[in-house]
């Protein structure tokens, strides 16, 4: 049992991770107070005969601390966390060299839709692969996502990425892998019967190995 | 409303004659009855959620053993003991239903409101007695319905207690036809009880109230029910109009979800949370406000800022409208509204915060009774500080990347469910069981049930944390698909362990209820030694509660008051210092 | 005009809002249904500013002239249903009887027009899913001089006009209730509350039609 989040291997990766900590930090400290206050009161206030509590009905002071402090902490967070989420998934976020795919998801596979050797979609050598992603490493990747049939989330843990594919809809979402290897891909979002087994691999090459991997795919797409 | 008889006649007209079985126990109009009754049914439908998580949690936890008992389950839904991934959906949608809205909704809102409104308030009864019966009565077939979901061919809806379009919309993409239809049926009519409710408790609150009882001398938990009413008045219908939209998508072929023909399905899940999270407030306020009392009692102190503590209370009723993007963050929802939707989330843990310290404040330098209902008021400070906490780490857009539609939301679910508004369920009922039915509840089982609840418990639901932080996904069926969930198998079983004793320990909470009711001791009028005015009529109350229109002269936490000798100072008590209250001198909104 | 709280018999009572428990129920009650039909109005904009070519333009499939007549009608029953109270605050028990049974009759009446209504969107082939393959509509949608899917336009209207009908229809019993207990003489100038309370469901009523009507019908 561990608070210790797995391997992240995307740029943003380790933005969301120190998140992800500070918050663990922050809430770790407010959770150790409250429960020590707790079980400090229990302990001490416990019942004596002959004893009477200490009369009171508050206090002003202690209320604007404690809504203050807690204020404060939160709206600093929401403000850390506004930066991370913009460079993410904000509306302009995806880099504009980024290479694309076409991805379309139904139950229960996910097609992903390579660019081939020119790196543009929509041209001869584009080529589908079922469950299979195929990405260079340190190179912005930009998915335009859409649904079939229902909606579907793609997760990909290593590279703290997750977003739905909803039917009607077009999502761009954004990666950079920053370690060449084989990722695995899950749903995210109950799906149906399947749910459970809609997984798939992202395998990241290196520059050189993509560039001779996409030209093999794209020469075999363009001989189908 | 063509009645002309007001409540106060009316109980007086009732009591004029014997009222014969059926009217005394089945379809009675008086609110104590109606608590009870909703006390039952709410608890029946308790233990059938209970028993549908188990067999989830046997499913990740044993997959490759049949489940015990498994036998008596049909072919469709587990041959040989081995649930079908079709049945697992449905088993996870299902407790998610049956606990959200039949057992905690009406367990909070149906059997207290109910019960307590009109005794704390110092009223005869509801303001309309005949409509809190319909209200039980129309709660019903709807339990009904969404019980039968199971037995119809197709089975039972499988697509989330959130039912998200348009998997829910389409039979085509569950095999679900007849079960989603009877979800969603059972679900508005539901609604209705829940509307017909929430007029009546409004209405008792403002107009009902004895004389002195001014608004900032209600007790905590009248206050969370009265803007918990008010919540469920207005989001309940917002419920009620998608589930009749996405019920005619499902039998008549309209298109409200549909992405072929321009409908849209994120419509759903704006309409879903724009009601799902007051929804979550009316799960967790009323909760709030018992506690409250009860942990006033325990401390024999005053609560501490008793004003903030209400504000609280409206702020958190208010804040829940402006929140529902954040169950959204990943759905494709235009990522700017996320940024709106993360600054209201992240506010919304400010009076959150008030809440617990102020309870904590209350507890400090007081002279604490430990008896049952406090151990569960303590434990749900202790939980929903987890709860709370563990909120902050979805509110962040970024990190909910990572965290959403994981175990960390399965845990954070339960650390306010269970460990927030079930353990205050067991501190109400334990605290106002003698008022209820009369007797006792004998406290060594009490205090046995709640020890073994509180560990199972965090061993259940603690370690769904770190199986969230694993990138554990929520609603799998089978996890060892998946390479880097593989490891976490043992944690799964741990889980499923504990779940079971979690579950086997809530039998003795069972057997002490019943035997209780027949064979607890007596009680008195004022057990708990408390100020508020149900305490100052017999055990339980006659209908028509009071013998005469009681008065009040203070608020109901004047615990430990240096003006009087016992450590504790009843609402109804006149000191030499107290005035009478003129009839409406201190008006409603005093 | 009798004071709500004259009709109580006096009472030791902490001041809660100043009107009866009936009333204010129903006040309550109305802010359910509000939020009700903010549901089903709000789904209906968001579906229309999504995918504006599902939707005819005004007239071009439902028929205006007919519908602003009965929108009339409605308004008509309004007034009826304002002079019916305003008679038996004067203790006028015939003109309340009279005025509650033209507003069962045009109550009725209005439920009769829209039936009429959805008759014949149904026989030149509108439903809630759409066209009907074969039937006028269809074929005008085929020349292109209808949009050429209406899914979503037959979902809001049937789902929208069909809850209200609903909401009219109950309100139309509930008159006949009321109506029926006047008849007998239960309602005086100094306790009318039935009387009131159905008015102002009947007035919510009305008043969501003249929006519906607008926003379905008009734009």
Not at chain 2, 2 to 12: F, K, M, N, S, W
Request: hydrophobic share 50%.
């Amino acid at each position: 049992m561990s608070w210790i989040l797995p391997p992240g291997v995307s740029t943003f990766a380790s933005d969301i991770d120190f998140l992800y900590y500070l918050i663990l930090i922050i809430t770790g400290i407010a959770f150790v107070i409250v429960e020590a206050g707790l079980i400090l009161f229990i302990v001490k206030y416990r019942e004596r005969p002959g004893r009477k509590a200490y009369y009171t009905h508050g206090s002003t002071t202690a209320e604007i601390v404690w809504t203050a402090i807690p204020a404060i902490t939160v709206v600093t967070i929401g403000v850390l966390s506004g930066g991370v989420w913009k460079t993410v998934k904000g509306r302009n976020s995806v880099p504009p060299d980024a290479l694309p795919y076409g991805v379309l998801v139904k139950q229960f596979e996910w097609n992903f839709t390579h660019a081939g050797v020119d790196g543009a979609l929509g041209t001869g050598d584009d080529f589908t692969l079922r469950n299979r992603m195929h990405i260079p490493v340190d190179r912005p990747v930009v998915m335009r996502m859409t649904a079939e049939d229902v909606i579907h989330s793609f997760f990909v843990p290593a590279f703290r990425i997750k977003q739905d594919a909803v039917p009607g809809m077009e999502i761009a979402v954004w990666f950079e892998a920053t370690e060449p290897g084989e990722y695995e891909l899950a749903c995210a979002e109950l799906c149906g019967i399947g749910h459970s087994n809609m997984g798939g691999t992202v395998t990241v090459h290196t520059a050189e190995e993509y560039s001779r991997w996409v030209a093999e795919q794209s020469t075999t797409a363009a001989l189908r | 409303m063509a009645t002309t008889a007001l409540p106060l006649e009316h109980a007086t007209h009732a009591e004029a004659h014997e009222l014969s079985f059926i009217q005394k126990y089945i379809f009675s109009t008086d609110h104590k009855i109606i608590g009870i009754q909703f006390l039952l049914m709410s608890m029946l439908f308790l233990v059938v959620g209970g028993l549908l998580a188990l067999m989830i949690r046997w499913q990740l936890g044993f997959p490759e053993t049949a489940i015990p008992g498994g036998a008596l389950l049909p072919e469709t839904m587990a041959p040989d003991g081995f649930l079908l991934p079709e049945f697992y959906n449905s088993l996870v949608t299902m407790h998610g239903t049956f606990m959200v809205f039949f057992a905690i909704m009406p367990l909070l809102v149906g059997v207290f409101g109910n019960f307590l409104i009109p005794l704390k308030i110092g009223a005869p009864d509801m303001a309309f007695p005949r409509l809190n019966m319909a209200s039980f009565w129309v709660a019903v077939p709807a339990g009904i319905m969404m019980l039968a979901g199971f037995f119809v061919e197709g089975g039972h809806s499988g697509a989330g207690w959130t039912v998200y379009a348009p998997l829910s919309a389409d039979p085509e993409w569950t095999g679900v036809s007849y079960g989603q239809q009877l979800w969603l049926l059972s679900i508005a009519v539901l609604g209705l009880s829940s509307i017909l409710g929430a007029t009546n408790y409004i209405t008792t609150v403002v107009n009902l109230r004895a004389p002195g009882m001014t608004w900032f001398r209600l007790p905590l938990s009248i206050w969370a029910l009265f803007i918990t009413a008010i919540l469920v008045l207005l989001a309940i219908p917002i419920l009620s109009g998608a589930a009749i939209m996405l019920f005619f998508d499902q039998t008549i072929g309209t298109h409200f979800f549909d992405a072929a023909t321009g409908g849209q399905p994120l419509l759903w899940q704006h309409l879903f949370w724009y009601f799902g999270h007051p929804e979550v407030y009316i799960l967790i306020l009323p909760a709030m406000g018992m506690v409250s009392d009860v942990i006033a009692n325990g401390s024999r102190k005053p609560i501490f800022g008793y004003h903030s503590m209400v504000y609280a209370i409206i702020a958190i009723g208010f804040l829940g409208w402006i929140v529902w993007g954040h169950h959204m963050f990943q759905s494709g929802m235009n990522p700017t509204l996320g940024m709106t939707f993360m600054i209201s989330t992240m506010l919304i843990a400010v009076p959150s915060a008030i809440k617990v310290f102020n309870w904590m404040g209350t507890m400090w330098r007081g002279n604490i009774r430990f008896h049952v209902p406090m151990l569960h008021a303590v434990a749900f400070v202790a939980m929903f500080v987890i709860g709370g906490l563990s909120g902050v780490f979805m509110a962040s857009t970024p990190v909910d990347i990572y965290i959403h539609d994981t175990y960390f939301i399965v845990a954070h679910i339960h650390y306010v469910l269970f460990g927030g508004s079930l353990f205050a369920i067991f501190a109400a009922v334990t605290f106002w069981y003698p008022k209820m039915f009369g007797r006792m509840m004998n406290p060594t089982m009490g205090k046995v049930h709640f020890w073994l609840t509180f560990l199972f418990y965090n061993l259940t639901f603690f370690p769904m944390h770190n199986l969230g932080v694993a990138g554990h996904m929520r609603r799998i069926y089978d996890p060892s698909q998946y390479e880097f969930l593989q490891p976490l198998a043992g944690i799964n079983q741990f889980i499923t362990v504990n779940a079971l004793l979690l579950f086997a320990s809530q039998l003795i909470f069972a057997v002490n209820f019943v035997v209780s009711w027949f064979r607890g001791k007596r009680a008195t009028e004022n057990p708990w030694e408390d100020n508020g005015l149900e305490w100052t009529v017999p055990s339980p109350p006659p209908h028509g509660n009071f013998a005469e229109v009681p008065t009040v002269y203070r608020g109901p936490y004047e615990f430990s008051s240096p003006d009087v000798s016992e450590d504790y100072l009843p609402q109804t008590t006149r000191l030499a210092t107290d005035r009478t209250p003129a009839a409406g001198s201190e008006g409603g909104s005093a | 005009m009798a004071h709500p709280v004259m009709m109580d018999p006096p009472r030791q009572r902490e001041v809660g809002a100043d009107v009866y428990n009936e009333k204010l129920g129903m006040w309550i009650f109305l802010g359910s249904e509000v939020m009700f039909f903010t549901a089903l109005i709000g789904s209906y904009i968001i579906l229309r500013v999504g995918y504006p070519q599902a939707f005819g333009e005004p007239g071009q499939i439902l028929n205006v002239p007919v519908t602003a007549s009965n929108t009339f009608l409605l308004i008509c029953s309004s007034v009826t249903m304002v002079k019916a109270f305003a008679a038996i605050q004067d203790g006028d028990q015939r003109g309340l009887r009279l005025y509650l049974l033209a507003t069962v009759v045009i109550g009725a009446a209005f439920v009769g027009v829209q039936a009429y209504e959805y008759t014949a969107l149904i026989h030149e082939g509108f439903i809630p899913s759409g066209y009907i393959e074969g039937r006028h509509f269809a074929e005008l949608a085929a020349q292109g001089e209808l949009p050429a899917n209406v899914g979503i336009y037959g979902s809001t209207f049937y789902t929208m006009t069909g809850f209200h009908g609903f909401h009219v229809s109950m309100g139309v019993i509930c008159m006949i209730f009321v109506t029926w207990k006047a008849f007998k003489g239960k309602y005086t100038a100094a306790d009318h509350r039935g009387v009131e309370v159905i008015g102002l469901y009947w007035h919510f009523v009305d008043l969501v039609w003249i929006i519906l009507f607008t926003i379905v019908y008009l734009i």
